[in-house]
């Protein structure tokens, strides 16, 4: 299974940025996919971005589009989510995900039942 550690979690005033990143390690060359979900009070997971690891096709869930940017480092296993505009509702704790299967359509990247290996998660806390 791939382990995954996030960083870059922290205070951010409303309006401001934050990057986060997640490194990959172990059995990191079959991950067909990675994303960010965040979790909200009620412990569900919530689609943020993916990110296709072979092609670099990207997918944003739409209260972050514009704002959010995935990326990922093939050569450094690492993934990066690029928060801009940041907005009270983004405060949660981010955690990145990945997988190894192939994936067919969009909705299969959006869906967190279709990530095997989960990080601990970073908390994103924005203030006024």
């Known amino acids: 299974q791939v382990l995954l550690v996030e960083s870059g979690g922290g205070l951010g005033q409303a309006g401001g940025s934050r990057r986060l990143s997640c490194v990959a390690s172990?059995?990191?060359?079959?991950?067909?996919?990675m994303a960010w979900f965040r979790q909200d009070p009620e412990k569900e997971h919530t689609f943020v971005a993916a990110?296709?690891?072979?092609?670099?096709?990207?997918y944003y869930t739409d209260f972050v589009k514009g704002r959010f940017t995935i990326s990922r480092d093939i050569a450094k296993n690492e993934m990066y989510l690029q928060m801009n505009r940041l907005k009270l509702d983004d405060t949660a704790v981010y955690h990145c995900?990945?997988?190894?299967?192939?994936?067919?359509?969009?909705?299969?990247?959006?869906?967190?039942?279709?990530?095997?290996?989960w990080g601990q998660g970073t908390q994103v806390t924005v203030f006024s």
């Open positions: 995900a990945a997988d190894s299967r192939p994936r067919y359509y969009t909705s299969t990247y959006k869906n967190a039942n279709m990530y095997s290996s």
């Open positions: 172990n059995h990191t060359a079959r991950i067909t996919a």
């Open positions: 990110i296709d690891w072979t092609t670099g096709a990207t």
